[in-house]
């Protein structure tokens, strides 16, 4: 089993910054894939960066790509997302998920089987 908690979630004013944590623990070792989700209010689950760790793949949605950056720390078994000139759109709940698979998942949510309690983000105009 894998444990997921984010934290660094909060409100700013738009064009403003945030940096997410994930921190697993547990079966560290399972994983290979980690991934960050939010969803809005009213709105489906939406994929927002994924990275597939020992293969050193990165995607982004469009919406978020140029403005929000995902990294790890696998010292800290920590993974993160860099959210630069937020807008009021990028509020939502912000999750992060985990998942060990041979081949590249994506932004899928189906695919990721650890999840983390979510951390909100709020952006204001």
């Known amino acids: 089993q894998v444990q997921l908690v984010e934290s660094g979630g909060g409100s700013v004013q738009a064009r403003g910054s945030l940096r997410l944590s994930c921190a697993a623990s547990?079966?560290?070792?399972?994983?290979?894939?980690m991934a960050w989700f939010r969803q809005a209010p009213g709105k489906e689950r939406e994929g927002v960066a994924a990275?597939?760790?020992?293969?050193?793949?990165?995607a982004y949605a469009d919406s978020v790509k140029d403005r929000f950056t995902i990294s790890q720390d696998n010292t800290k078994n920590t993974v993160y997302l860099q959210m630069n000139s937020l807008k009021p759109e990028d509020t939502a709940m912000y999750y992060c998920?985990?998942?060990?698979?041979?081949?590249?998942?994506?932004?899928?949510?189906?695919?990721?089987?650890?999840w983390g309690q979510g951390t909100q983000v709020t952006v204001s105009s």
């Open positions: 998920a985990a998942a060990r698979s041979p081949v590249w998942l994506g932004l899928s949510s189906s695919k990721y089987n650890y």
């Open positions: 547990g079966n560290t070792n399972s994983p290979n894939h």
């Open positions: 990275i597939y760790k020992s293969r050193g793949i990165i």
